[in-house]
């Protein structure tokens, strides 16, 4: 492949990756991914059996309708992070109480991982801003210090007199012009304050 190769033209795979990328960067995305995952634990284990061998192990507690309305609450919130963006505050904030109210009701916040992944998606969605649109700028225009042909602005040593403290017209400014302390060779201090 060498410089003068054209670029192929991108395949249906990556538009659709681009296409995604772009969809993902406009709205809370990791948020809502939390969200909905936390949802998946906490509605889960109180209804899951486990099997060790010949012993079945039943998880089931009291509050089983109110960990599955948790968790089903979790899961359209973390949609509505995707598809409705401007009501991430109080998403955010609903999933953040809803996590910490999964922690008596169902089985430790689903045994503390969906908790945890609820509680970091609701701070993702409430910490989540839009960015600013990129703004078009005019293409800047080069101006006579910035480019140039060479040779164009005199060096520090060509044609000024340091003696006399004076520069050739034009943008550039001797070192010694700018002085400000009074101990430029140009005002006779040779370098010295005088203290009085």
Do not use: C
Request: hydrophobic share 45%; proline share 10%.
């Amino acid at each position: 492949m060498s410089a003068e190769t054209p670029a192929a033209a991108p395949g249906q795979f990556t538009r659709r990756r681009l296409q995604f990328r772009a969809w993902r960067g406009t709205r809370p995305f990791w948020a809502g991914l939390f969200v909905m995952l936390g949802g998946f634990p906490i509605m889960y284990f109180p209804y899951a059996h486990l099997q060790l061998g010949h012993l079945t192990l039943a998880m089931a507690t009291t509050a089983g309708a109110g960990s599955l309305i948790i968790g089903v609450l979790l899961i359209v919130l973390g949609v509505s992070l995707w598809f409705q963006k401007h009501v991430r505050t109080f998403a955010g904030v609903a999933a953040i109480l809803l996590a910490l109210v999964s922690i008596p009701v169902s089985n430790f916040g689903g045994f503390v991982v969906g908790f945890l992944l609820a509680l970091v998606g609701g701070a993702l969605a409430v910490a989540w801003a839009p960015g600013a649109p990129p703004q078009e700028q005019p293409p800047a225009e080069a101006t006579p210090d910035e480019g140039g042909a060479p040779g164009t602005v005199p060096l520090p040593h060509q044609g000024t007199d340091p003696a006399a403290g004076t520069a050739p017209a034009g943008p550039y400014k001797a070192p010694w012009e700018n002085d400000l302390s009074g101990t430029s060779p140009a005002n006779g201090a040779n370098g010295r304050h005088s203290a009085g």
